[in-house]
């Protein structure tokens, strides 16, 4: 079964076996040449099951670049944009991105600058770029250690979301994922949060192909209602980034230890943490559901409270602040209702003491 969504009527987002949609699509546009962009485990992993998916020649150029967030930056870009300039790629190519969130954003930024912008293809085979980070436009690379930096918003030609890949992915890898499915859940579907709200980690490396299409879709939907609404981030669509404020310090800070977080972990952290400013302002507590799902999907990890000045830096740089003021945004009471809050550092270090105590 194949379902497609058009955020803002702009674009396909098709979610399916890639072999009942992509070369009909392809045969429509008829691109002047075709570069297809991919890391060292893609290349390993998928590469071949995507050309024999869609019926492209196995001489088909491929850019290879080093795996990992720690090369989203501009030197990995220069020497993307090297690559397109000794295949002499003009503005009627396409460019293929086959890959997580890195390469989905990074291959996307060098496409959308090349030229003044070459369409480009988003198709994630991780479960995070499949149900966020390939939808939605949002494309850069990461500036002196703060995430996502430099970048535009450009929407791709088309996003191409085949479950198949996650046969592929390191279980460490779906569960960073599925804290990406848990926002959305948490954000804007009930329903979905009813389907994963008990999930064990054994359940998420069993998935069956139905059920990821089924969370999937649900998971989709949400971020296409939202990026539909607001694509450049001006209102609802910073509900997105429930989690990361806090869980994108933590992320970078623990990025350069020898004991790094996904970015999942990190924003299942983040979630925690600011509802947790969000119910100790209003005197309540976090939903024991939500905590029971997060400690059962992403292992404790004891945050020491001397960083919290360190993270309390980065966190100045978020892109969502506001004159000087550090902002997050949390769910509110409706669905897809969003509470702006300002914390101090103290609630964050607060917040921290709270989840070192779960
Ligand atoms: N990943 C958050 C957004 O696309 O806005």
């Not at 002499?88 to 990074?106: E, P």
């Amino acid at each position: 079964m194949t379902t497609t969504f058009y955020p803002g009527d702009a674009y396909p987002v098709v979610l399916g076996r890639l072999q009942d949609t992509f070369s009909d699509w392809l045969q429509q546009r008829r691109p002047s040449k075709i570069l297809l962009l991919c890391d060292a485990n893609t290349r390993r992993d998928c590469l071949s099951g995507f050309l024999a998916a869609t019926g492209l020649p196995a001489n088909t150029p491929v850019v290879e670049i080093p795996a990992g967030e720690t090369y989203k930056h501009i030197q990995t870009c220069t020497s993307i944009w090297e690559q397109m300039l000794k295949a002499q790629l003009d503005r009627h190519a396409l460019v293929i991105n086959l890959g997580g969130g890195v390469i989905g954003d990074m291959g996307g930024f060098c496409a959308a600058t090349w030229k003044r912008g070459v369409d480009f293809v988003q198709v994630p085979t991780t479960l995070l770029s499949m149900t966020d980070a390939a939808i939605g436009g949002k494309l850069g690379i990461d500036f002196q250690k703060v995430k996502n930096t430099i970048g535009v918003f450009q929407n791709p030609a088309a996003v191409f979301v085949d479950p198949v890949f996650l046969n592929t992915l390191p279980e460490r890898e779906l569960r960073s994922g599925f804290a990406e499915v848990i926002k959305h859940a948490l954000i804007g579907a009930p329903e979905l949060w009813e389907m994963i709200r008990d999930f064990t980690p054994e359940q998420l490396s069993a998935c069956p192909q139905e059920t990821w299409l089924n969370m999937l879709s649900q998971s989709i939907a949400v971020k296409v209602r939202i990026v539909t609404e607001d694509p450049h981030e001006k209102g609802i669509r910073m509900l997105l980034n429930y989690g990361h404020t806090i869980g994108h310090a933590l992320e970078s800070y623990f990025l350069e230890t020898e004991n790094p977080l996904t970015h999942g972990e990190a924003i299942a952290i983040g979630m925690l943490t600011e509802s947790w400013v969000q119910h100790q302002r209003r005197a309540e507590q976090v939903p024991d559901a939500w905590i029971r799902l997060m400690l059962r999907i992403f292992p404790h990890r004891n945050i020491p409270l001397d960083i919290v000045p360190d993270i309390w830096q980065t966190m100045q740089q978020d892109k969502k602040n506001k004159a000087g003021k550090v902002r997050m945004t949390v769910p509110g009471n409706m669905e897809l209702d969003m509470e702006v809050l300002e914390p101090s550092q103290e609630e964050v270090r607060d917040s921290l003491l709270f989840y070192n105590n779960l």
